[in-house]
């Protein structure tokens, strides 16, 4: 059974920093495309970044060049780092992996962030 379980979310000042973590279980990340997407307050969800299979990146308009995704594969963990944060990126972000047809998220983890 996959799970996508993500923590590091809460409240940051704008202006700072945060990383979100994706741990995988029931999949080895590096086998699928695994990514961000965030969806803010009354918006729908909007890709902010992914790594291919390759481990090829790419970033969504969402990202606005403020994020940063890497991954472990000897942790079997996705991160999202988000420098200079802005109230805009305020949002749920969710991890997704995904490959052929098969798609799984995970549950979301908010961020506030507070002007």
């Known amino acids: 059974q996959v799970q996508l379980v993500e923590s590091g979310g809460g409240l940051v000042q704008a202006g700072g920093s945060l990383r979100l973590s994706c741990a995988a279980s029931?999949?080895?990340?590096?086998?699928?495309?695994m990514g961000w997407y965030g969806q803010a307050p009354g918006k729908q969800r909007e890709l902010v970044a992914e790594?291919?299979?390759?481990?090829?990146?790419s970033y969504g308009d969402f990202a606005r060049g403020r994020f940063t995704i890497s991954r472990d594969t000897t942790k079997n963990t996705v991160y999202l780092q988000g420098n200079n944060m802005r109230p805009e990126d305020t949002a749920v972000y969710f991890c997704?992996?995904?490959?052929?047809?098969?798609?799984?998220w995970g549950q979301g983890t908010p961020v506030t962030v507070s002007s």
């Open positions: 029931g999949l080895t990340v590096g086998t699928y495309s």
């Open positions: 790594v291919n299979l390759a481990g090829a990146i």
């Open positions: 997704f992996a995904r490959i052929l047809r098969r798609q799984y």
